[in-house]
T-cell receptor
Framework: NAGVTQTPKFQVLKTGQSMTLQCAQD?????MYWYRQDPGMGLRLIYY???????DKGEVPNGYNVSRLNKREFSLRLESAAPSQTSVYFC???????????????FGPGTRLTVL | AQSVAQPEDQVNVAEGNPLTVKCTYS??????LFWYVQYPNRGLQFLLK??????LVKGSYGFEAEFNKSQTSFHLKKPSALVSDSALYFC????????????FGTGTRLLVSP
């Protein structure tokens, strides 16, 4: 049981390049999330998927797109990377279907992205 | 409005001593509160949560937290610190107004010295 896995672990992009961050969970969870972590700002929600087949914007969605490929996988795409998107990106999942405050979110190891 | 605050950037404690990492919150109604720990170059690991019920919540690795409604606090505690407890600790609260979301504090670095 690997929990939440993310690829790649590290990535360096040039401004304007695109890339997709991959996330998968093997806990049969219904909800999945993408966060970014910046120094002194805690974690901020980019997008979430409250169930298979649905996606919704979080508090900082600009410059990103997501795809809930199936119940296990939730990818985050940067279409045209900008230096402001330099950050550590975390994927998370939780058991409940629907966006539930009482649900525990379980996090992946993160992707450290640098945009030059 | 800030929903959760961790007033200390860093807490230093000697191994074997009790530790406290502070968290205060400001949401309306009954809060859902969480503690996570982050080790270097790792993701966040869930420690414990308070949803309802007993104000003293026990979690992983010997940690516990006390929910205090009158002081709007949810401090993380451990009776005897280990060097391996050194990490970054995040408090989080479910923001239940406006755009509902899990709001994280800025983190407190715990350093346990031998």
């Amino acid at each position: 049981n690997a929990g939440v896995t993310q690829t790649p672990k590290f990535q360096v992009l040039k401004t304007g390049q695109s890339m997709t961050l991959q996330c998968a969970q093997d806990m049969n969870h219904n909800s999945m999330y993408w966060y970014r972590q910046d120094p002194g700002m805690g974690l901020r929600l980019i997008y979430y998927s409250a169930s298979e087949g649905t996606t919704d914007k979080g508090e900082v969605p600009n410059g990103y797109n997501v795809s809930r490929l199936n119940k296990r996988e939730f990818s985050l795409r940067l279409e045209s990377a900008a230096p402001s998107q330099t950050s550590v990106y975390f994927c998370a999942s939780s058991a409940g279907a629907g966006y539930l405050g009482s649900d525990t979110q379980y996090f992946g190891p993160g992707t450290r992205l640098t945009v030059l | 409005a800030q929903s959760v605050a961790q007033p200390e950037d860093q807490v230093n404690v000697a191994e074997g001593n009790p530790l406290t990492v502070k968290c205060t919150y400001s949401v309306s109604g009954n809060p859902y509160l969480f503690w996570y720990v982050q080790y270097p170059n790792r993701g966040l690991q869930f420690l414990l949560k308070y949803i309802t019920g007993d104000n003293l919540v026990k979690g992983s690795y010997g940690f516990e937290a006390e929910f205090n409604k009158s002081q709007t606090s949810f401090h993380l505690k451990k009776p005897s610190a280990l060097v391996s407890d050194s990490a970054l600790y995040f408090c989080a609260v479910w923001e239940n107004t406006g755009f509902q979301k899990l709001v994280f504090g800025t983190g407190t670095r715990l350093l346990v010295s031998p």
